[in-house]
Structure formats: C-alpha cells, structure tokens
C-alpha cells in the first residue's frame, strides 16, 4: 500500500490561497489520488480525486506532477469554514480488492 | 439518494461490557468499510468488506472485535468486552468501487462510543 506523508498542520489568513502538500513515494501505477476534508464531529468528505497532471472542481484543484511521487490540494481564497483536516489517500479507485487506509491527515487552521 | 445510515449515535459502556453498532450502506454500493477514529488521530481502517467478502481485516483486533456484513448489505461492528482504549468514533462508509463505479467513499455520522 502507498503511504502518504503530509503536513501535521497549517495556518492560513482568511481571502488566502491554500497548497497542501502530499507526498506518496510508492505510488503504483494504477493509483489514484484523492482527498478528503473532515469536520469535527463528521465523517470525511470528498473533495478532489485525479491522477496526473492537474484537476479542478468547484472547490479545489489537486496538482499532479508528472513523477506523481506528490500531489497538492490547492484551495483557493479559503474562509473560517474551511477549518477542517485534510487528509490525502492514494489507492486503486474502480477497485474495492484494495484496501483504502487515512493517514494522519493536515490539521488547517483559517484565521479572521 | 439516501446517505449512509449508523446507529446509536452514542453509547456509554462500562469496561468490559459488550457493544453493537449498524451500520446500512448507501443502496447498491459493494464495498462498505469501518474506521475507528480516537479523538485528534486520523480514521484507522477496522475492516473492509466487497460484497460478502472480507478485503481486510489486518488492523482489526479480533479477540474482542467482530464484523458481519449480512447479505452483502448492513454490517454489524460488535466490541466483547470493551477496553477504555476503545473509546473512539466508529465510522462506516461505502462505495461503490467496483469496475466502472465511482471509487468516492460515503461516510455515516458515527456512532461515538465512551468506555468507562
């Protein structure tokens, strides 16, 4: 299984552009890259999944680079809400045979 | 559609005591995990189940720990006897992971269990 090093925690300004790095050394090559927000008291959440190069949705981008040894969740102009853990995973996505394990995910901590 | 449902919410036990938490699957999803998340740590899988069958269980401490996924739809986590180390967040969660499916994990509320 891919293991994923992240940040502990991070802090941010409100109106801030937010980059969250992941580092997954081993990654296979049918391995995908997602990442999921969780608030207190509340399950993970889904934000952004891709595989190389560069994705975007309505709440993030996620950079790939071409090694994909590393990935970076991008959040754009983050507000007090995004307070959350971050936490990246990497694995097969179309394939419930593996299985999927969180690492210790990225505390971010928005301020006014 | 319906998300993914888990009950009780809360549960007080003494140590020792056993404890059951159920977890139902969003319809149509094969693969449903359970994660056990201690307060400040990230989820640590417990166990992983496509369909009927057990995909991982290496992280689940089986001499007090049992899973059941019945019929390849609800699952069962029960705890016999419960140690204070236990004290955590259970939490379930599907996909549908499964060729040509959407690999995004589903999570329930939890069920928050106190050992005392």
């Known amino acids: 299984l891919a293991k994923t090093t992240q940040p502990i925690s991070m802090d941010s300004y409100e109106g801030q552009e937010v980059n969250i790095t992941c580092s997954h050394n081993n990654i296979a090559t049918n391995d995908y890259i997602t990442w999921y927000q969780q608030f207190p008291s509340q399950g993970p959440r889904f934000i952004i999944q891709g595989y190389k190069t560069k994705v975007t949705n309505e709440v993030a981008s996620l950079f790939i680079p071409a090694d994909r040894k590393s990935s970076t969740l991008s959040l754009p102009r983050v507000s007090l809400s995004d307070t959350a853990v971050y936490y990246c995973?990497?694995?097969?996505?179309?394939?419930?045979?593996?299985?999927?394990?969180f690492g210790k995910g990225t505390r971010l901590s928005v301020i006014a | 559609e319906a998300g993914v449902a888990q009950s009780p919410r809360y549960k007080i036990i003494e140590k020792r005591q056993s404890v059951a938490f159920w977890c139902n699957p969003i319809s149509g999803h094969a693969t449903l995990y359970w994660y056990q998340q201690i307060l400040g740590q990230g989820p640590k899988l417990l166990i992983q189940?496509?369909?009927?069958?057990?995909?991982?269980d290496s992280q689940l401490p089986k001499d007090r720990f049992s899973a059941e996924r019945l019929k390849g739809v609800d699952s069962t986590l029960k705890i016999q006897p419960a140690k204070l180390e236990d004290s955590a967040v259970y939490l379930c969660?599907?996909?549908?992971?499964?060729?040509?499916?959407?690999?995004?994990?589903?999570f329930g509320e939890g069920s928050r269990l106190t050992v005392l």
């Open positions: 969660a599907s996909s549908r992971r499964t060729s040509g499916g959407s690999g995004e994990l589903f």
């Open positions: 995973l990497v694995g097969p996505w179309n394939s419930g045979n593996t299985p999927l394990v």
């Open positions: 189940f496509q369909n009927n069958g057990v995909v991982d």
